[in-house]
């Protein structure tokens, strides 16, 4: 049984047609990326399946069950989400911030417990930042909140997690940190990984790490081609994708592992594509 | 034990200054001869055979001073609430037109039924339908952004205060008229135990919601999408949290006036002191809104002859204040 499964989904603002006959489903411990150009409709997808928006037409179920009406509380549960840009008001401490991820689990009017609060403190000890659980979280850098973000998603106690971009605007470091945090993640817990991400190489790099992959093309509404990221990702896909000109190359690390790349080389002029 | 200190210094400290507010004023009482009239319950005995520190403690101060601690808590822990669920810390409950609305609302009710008892509900419907008007002026673009929500609650307080004029104007000059203003320019002088009951329904209501959702709220600033994957049913959290903010405001609107700064202010001083955590910060603001009303309210009545409104005194006083905790703590993390 897939934990994920839409098919023939669609979806518009008023008129305008956002994506359309959309299918995929997603496996136990899989991850599956998203990857298309700016404004393609990536995160309308996932807010269609985080329930925030509803798709007009086709299946969506969740763990085999059509999850069309599915309470905000009864999605919390089976999916986690860790958002592309998350707008700070509040210097809340970062231990504060993680224990909202218990909100799912929680009866309408209940505050979070001692046992939700050491939950919250073992997520930070997991991800490696139990340190900075009394910082206000205003004060953390990017690649730090987006750890306090995935810890808030691992309390939430989900099978699947969402991430939009979540490697966006993080420096190379961060970058890896946070692409060891969610391979490490998905191997112990068997968790689902639904990634948007500009970066077509993650899918290789977590394909690297004998992890279940899919990627799914995503461009002018449609999927162009959705499956194993190895034999899809080629040179002339990538230049309906972007419109670019795209080497894709196998590199052999100093570990002697050969993993693929994207090499991006130029634009293509509209009228060549 | 920190945390039975900590709910017992937020209960004790508004008490606290009830006594003071006992003690002090144009006539002062000793500590002792207010325990002593607090002994003697009126409703038990005849309240004839007492004398003028029972009547002074039962019929003019206690009643001011539990309304006015009633009042400072409800429109501090409403600007708390607002602030959270808008995200954004300059949002007061007057911001959002509650105040000017419920201003409209019992200016006229004087108008239609020459009585200020009818000020009382229509002070409360028309505080919330400001509220309700400014909420949706914010939603127009379907994002409930900080700076629309506030251009919603200006727009809203504006119209309200121009149709405030427009009843003011046409009122008759010598008897509605100056009921109409004395109301608005409130003060807590006319407390009567009447008044506790009547606007102490809206207001309990309103600050038992905000105490059973203050975690809620926490999660509501995070912002509509993450609190909806995070299990919040956003629509009805925030429905809740708007009604109880507001029937709180509007019931302390109503027998108190237009009292600004407190909802503005105070939750910030909260959030210096203990943090952001709405868990703590709503009864904090609670409890810190009814000592400095209290607190102001002592002052008023003793700084000259003529009672001072308020309003006046609670900017006059507040501002430095602010300035020195900002000063002191270097504004926390806050």
């Known amino acids: 049984m897939s934990l994920v499964t839409v098919r023939d989904a669609s979806f518009s603002y008023g008129t305008r047609q956002i994506f359309h006959q959309i299918s995929f489903s997603v496996e136990k411990g899989e991850i599956f990326c998203l990857i298309g150009p700016n404004g393609c409709g990536k995160t309308t997808l996932l807010d269609c399946v985080l329930g925030f928006h509803h798709f007009h037409s086709g299946v969506f179920q969740l763990m085999g069950k059509d999850a069309a009406g599915f309470r905000s509380g009864r999605v919390a549960r089976l999916i986690a989400y860790v958002p592309q840009i998350h707008e700070r008001t509040f210097p809340y401490l970062v231990r504060e911030v993680v224990t909202m991820g218990r909100s799912a689990h929680l009866v309408f009017f209940e505050s979070p417990s001692r046992k939700d609060r050491t939950m919250a403190e073992e997520a930070l000890e997991r991800i490696g930042i139990r340190h900075l659980s009394d910082r206000p979280y205003t004060q953390l850098s990017g690649g730090e909140l987006q750890l306090v973000m995935i810890a808030r998603a691992l309390v939430q106690e989900t099978p699947i997690i969402i991430m939009d971009e979540p490697t966006a605007h993080l420096d190379f470091r961060y970058e890896l940190v946070i692409m060891e945090v969610i391979t490490e993640l998905v191997k112990e817990r068997q968790l689902s990984v639904i990634m948007a991400t500009h970066f077509p190489n993650h899918a290789f790099y977590f394909q690297s790490k004998q992890i279940q992959t899919s990627i799914a093309l995503f461009s002018n509404g449609r999927f162009l081609a959705v499956g194993d990221p190895e034999s899809i990702m080629d040179e002339n896909r990538l230049r309906k994708l972007y419109g670019i000109q795209a080497d894709v190359i196998s590199l052999t690390d100093r570990n002697g592992k050969t993993m693929k790349h994207i090499i991006p080389v130029s634009t293509i002029k509209e009228m060549e594509v | ?334």
């Open chain 2, 1 to 334: 034990m920190k945390r039975a200190l900590f709910y017992a210094s937020v209960c004790l400290a508004p008490i606290i200054c009830i006594f003071l507010s006992l003690c002090m004023g144009r006539y002062p009482l000793h500590l002792s001869d207010v325990m002593n009239a607090l002994g003697n319950v009126p409703i038990w005995t005849d309240r004839t055979s007492f004398g003028i520190h029972h009547t002074i403690i039962w019929e003019i101060r206690l009643p001011r001073a539990i309304l006015g601690a009633m009042v400072g808590a409800c429109l501090a822990a409403s600007g708390a609430a607002f602030q959270g669920l808008f995200r954004n810390p300059l949002v007061s409950s007057g911001i959002l037109g509650v105040s000017s609305g419920a201003g409209f609302g019992a200016a006229l009710a004087i108008l239609l039924f020459n009585s200020v008892a009818a000020a009382y509900p229509f002070a409360l419907v028309f505080g919330m339908l400001a509220v309700v008007c400014s909420y949706l002026i914010g939603r127009l673009y379907r994002t409930t952004s900080a700076i629309m929500l506030v251009l919603g609650g200006v727009i809203v307080s504006s119209v309200f205060a121009a149709l405030l004029s427009f009843v003011k104007y046409v009122a008759d000059p010598y008897e509605q008229l100056p009921a109409i203003v004395f109301w608005l320019m409130g003060s807590l002088a006319s407390a009567r135990y009447a008044d506790i009951m009547i606007a102490g329904i809206p207001m309990s209501i309103g600050v038992i919601g905000l105490l059973a959702i203050r975690w809620q709220i926490n999660v509501l600033s995070m912002g509509d999408r993450e609190a909806h994957a995070l299990g919040i049913h956003t629509n009805l959290s925030k429905g809740i949290v708007i009604f109880c903010a507001t029937i709180a405001t509007a019931g302390a609107v109503c027998v108190s006036g237009v009292v600004g700064w407190i909802g503005l202010v105070i939750p910030h001083i909260g959030r210096m002191l203990i943090g952001n955590d709405n868990r703590k910060l709503i009864p904090v603001s609670l409890s810190l809104g009814a000592c400095f009303l209290t607190l102001v309210d002592i002052l008023s009545r003793m700084i000259t002859g003529a009672e001072i409104p308020l309003g006046i005194l609670t900017a006059l006083v507040g501002g430095p204040f602010f300035v020195y905790l900002l000063k002191k703590t270097k504004g926390g993390d806050w």
